[in-house]
């Protein structure tokens, strides 16, 4: 799976496939090789458009979920992309949920899989620590139901983040702007459909926080798997992506 990142401006991405837009939006320690399954499988019917979130580029002051909003809704405007089914994991659907908040003009449908933005647990009051890389593979493998899903290249992309001590803080300041920024009081505004997609093994945003999500947001349907951690995506690509069919089918143009 080798992509092509393109450059329009300030901006890179991978743009594959034609049709509505699906966009996705990944995680604190998210990367490509997280939506592999998700790329191939749906560039077949749509346009999958996947922004490279500035997490660890942006000056402090804007390393914040609402500076990552601002940048994805530049992103947008700057390629005029409409109808877009908009899909975050993690912090990016934390980031998904501010824009359609605040922007939602664009916006046909959200998808939410393992987002933070009511409740989660982060990796640790001691986290991050840095040069044990043993220590990091224990942290990563929590993310998953399965452990070995932690590969050697996964571990070693996360402990290369945690040695620099530069990325350490703005992974900091993106972690606690993520806690102090709740929507708890703001979902109900949410009228597109939403799709949620969790883990029913989820321990970073355990199952009631879906159930918390499908509660407070009014046209939404909520989807668990078994045996799924944080990335059900990455873990459980196939039972996501037929989810994700029967979502789409549904709420984009009849084909």
């Not at 991050?128 to 593979?137: A, F, N, Q, S």
Request: net charge negative; hydrophobic share 40%; glycine share 10%.
């Amino acid at each position: 799976m080798d992509y092509s990142i393109q450059q329009d401006g300030k901006f890179k991405f991978i743009e594959e496939g034609e049709g509505e837009v699906l966009m996705l939006l990944h995680g604190l320690f998210g990367a490509l090789s997280n939506f592999k399954d998700l790329i191939e499988h749906f560039k077949k019917t749509h346009k999958v458009v996947v922004p490279m979130l500035p997490l660890l580029e942006m000056d402090l002051l804007h390393t914040s979920v609402g500076g990552l909003q601002k940048f994805v809704n530049k992103f947008i405007e700057h390629r005029n992309y409409t109808g877009i089914h908009l899909l975050g994991n993690s912090l990016g659907g934390h980031v998904g949920l501010v824009h359609v908040l605040k922007k939602p003009e664009r916006i046909k449908s959200l998808i939410l899989t393992g987002s933070s933005g009511l409740f989660e647990n982060g990796m640790g009051d001691s986290y991050p620590k840095r040069g044990d890389k043993e220590y990091i593979r224990n942290k990563t493998a929590l993310t998953f139901y399965d452990p070995a899903m932690a590969t050697d290249e996964l571990v070693d992309e996360v402990f290369e983040i945690t040695n620099n001590r530069l990325k350490v803080i703005k992974i900091i300041a993106l972690a606690k702007s993520a806690i102090r920024n709740n929507l708890g009081e703001e979902l109900n505004q949410i009228k597109i459909p939403t799709c949620l997609i969790w883990g029913k093994n989820d321990t970073i945003t355990p199952p009631f926080v879906g159930e918390e999500f499908h509660k407070l947001i009014p046209n939404s349907e909520l989807h668990f798997i078994d045996k799924c951690g944080h990335a059900p995506m990455m873990e459980v690509p196939h039972e996501f992506n037929r989810i994700l069919d029967g979502f789409l089918l549904k709420v984009g143009q009849p084909v």
